[in-house]
């Protein structure tokens, strides 16, 4: 009876934290849908109307706003949706990430910080290692403190680096110096984030921001596709032009990486696997809306979303999208940042119903499965995802969270989202300064526990050696003392042992005998 109700609480428990989670998301995405579709000043309705991110008055744009004093934020968001130009895309990811202040003047003070913060990070949680695909980190941790989950996050990094790979991209391929940068920061946000942790899929996201990083580098000039011609010596070319630019940029792309994951884990509520299903439900909802006879085949099928569209959520599109379509993608992600993972969802429903017909002419389970895990997206250009997020948002438009996103008390749906997000920020910042500050009283506690032992310790050899002494000088004196009573016993005995001679003598005198009864030369009997 006790386990019966032991397990139908654990049911209870594990149902309500379902019920929470999926209550979460709702809330989220009404106000979420309509901050963004109030943002429609930014967007476009058609892949036509988007220009291209190469031309020249688009470039002359971003230069200008660039290179201001002061960059206007909101401008770059606006120019960013339609797309960044190679040339100024790294820079523009920073800014718009928030790693980079908009005052130039304040940008090189604040990278020295981060960068040596980032190095700081990797000593204390023990991330500067080295990869293998089997063993364990060659690391020597001091007596109980190795990290909670540190080595089997190691074990699933190594063994999954080798499947972080770039099509063209001979530097992806083994293990060597690209790779493991990529592990060191895919360790250390896992250990210094344990709510959410590793996944597979996290370190496609530093590729991505890795690749695009790198091609600031003036070998590159902004084309990533430079990068290929190096292959395996780009790591030595780089380190040979700029010896300090490949640990810089590692650094940059842990803090962007931690940026964007901030903004996923509002989406995730605490749960990895039950936040990303709560996004493929939503997913298949909008496909629901948009085409039913589509929806209605895939359940015929029995194909359902999970099987297909978690590698869509997880890796942002990634493994299915060329380079340049991926950063184009990243581009409008990153314009609005605040609800990119909200918007995401959208994407990946616009792009499964760009292939309804296609779909609907596949005959059973395993062509749908095996389309859909291979789609044909190697010769999408720019004005394709241009089209898909237009589709994205006009699917976002006609959701019927969208024209709920009016609160009660008349407050605009965005004010309303960025009230919520800056309450939810404030208590995750507030958890995490909470458990700091309970680690550092654990720490001094544990010091001065340390502390107190050594001082007992000194002391209690001090009182040790103190006894030790006393009970030599105490030994010293007894033997002292002997030896005098000693003396003493000897001259008693010698005195009573002459007057037992002088009472013989006087004796044998009261006798007859005279003086003469002594025995001649005892001077002690004379004497008596």
């Not at 979420?32 to 688009?58: L, M, R, V, Y």
């Not at 869509?312 to 990119?340: G, H, K, N, S």
């Not at 458990?435 to 040790?464: D, F, P, Q, Y």
Request: hydrophobic fraction near 45%; charge should be neutral.
């Amino acid at each position: 009876d006790d386990e019966a109700q032991a397990q139908q609480q654990q049911q209870r428990q594990q149902g309500g934290k379902a019920v929470l989670a999926r209550s979460a998301w709702r809330s989220l995405e009404r106000v979420a849908a309509a901050a963004i579709a109030q943002q429609s000043g930014w967007f476009a309705t058609g892949a036509a109307k988007f220009p291209s991110p190469e031309t020249s008055a688009t470039c002359e744009l971003f230069s200008r706003l660039l290179f201001a004093e002061v960059v206007d934020l909101d401008q770059l968001k606006s120019a960013s949706w339609t797309g960044v130009p190679a040339r100024y895309r790294s820079l523009v990811w920073k800014l718009l990430s928030g790693y980079l202040p908009v005052n130039t003047r304040d940008r090189t003070p604040a990278l020295f910080h981060k960068r040596a913060q980032y190095h700081s990070l990797l000593a204390r949680y023990h991330c500067d290692v080295v990869f293998h695909p089997t063993g364990d980190p060659t690391v020597n941790f001091p007596p109980n403190s190795v990290p909670k989950g540190y080595l089997n996050m190691y074990r699933e990094i190594a063994v999954d680096l080798p499947r972080t790979l770039a099509d063209g991209f001979e530097l992806f391929g083994g293990l060597n110096e690209v790779q493991q940068l990529i592990g060191r920061i895919t360790l250390l946000w896992s250990l210094a984030n344990p709510s959410i942790s590793y996944f597979q899929g996290l370190s496609d996201w530093v590729l991505v921001l890795l690749l695009c990083f790198c091609s600031e580098h003036p070998l590159f000039q902004g084309d990533v596709h430079q990068i290929a011609k190096l292959g395996s010596s780009f790591y030595s070319a780089v380190g040979e032009a700029s010896p300090k630019f490949m640990e810089n940029t590692e650094a940059d792309v842990y803090w962007v990486l931690t940026r964007l994951m901030d903004e996923m884990k509002y989406f995730l509520a605490d749960d990895f696997e039950q936040g990303v299903v709560s996004m493929m439900n939503k997913m298949n909802a909008i496909v629901a809306q948009e085409d039913s006879p589509l929806h209605d085949y895939m359940e015929s099928q029995d194909c359902r979303t999970g099987q297909f569209a978690f590698r869509w959520m997880v890796c942002l599109l990634w493994r299915e999208l060329t380079i340049d379509t991926c950063f184009r993608l990243w581009d409008t992600y990153l314009a609005q940042l605040d609800f990119f993972p909200h918007f995401h969802v959208y994407v990946c429903a616009a792009l499964f119903v760009s292939f309804s017909e296609t779909l609907l002419d596949k005959k059973d389970f395993v062509e749908l499965v095996t389309f859909l895990q291979n789609l044909p997206l190697l010769q999408w250009k720019n004005a394709d995802v241009a089209q898909l997020t237009s589709t994205a948002l006009r699917l976002l438009q006609l959701d019927p969270c969208t024209h709920e996103a009016e609160e009660a008390d008349g407050a605009p749906a965005e004010d309303v989202w960025r009230a919520r997000r800056d309450v939810t920020l404030w208590r995750y910042n507030a958890e995490r300064r909470v458990k700091k500050i309970g680690w550092e009283v654990i720490r001094c506690r544990c010091g001065t526990a340390l502390v107190a032992k050594v001082l007992l310790l000194i002391v209690s050899v001090a009182v040790l050696v103190l006894a030790v002494l006393l009970s030599l000088v105490l030994a010293i004196l007894d033997r002292l003392r002997l030896r005098r009573l000693r003396r003493r016993l000897r001259r008693h005995r010698s005195r009573a042992s002459a007057a037992g001679k002088v009472l013989a003598a006087l004796t044998k005198q009261g006798s007859g005998g005279g003086s003469d009864a002594l025995p001649p030369g005892d001077s002690d009997a004379k004497m008596v």
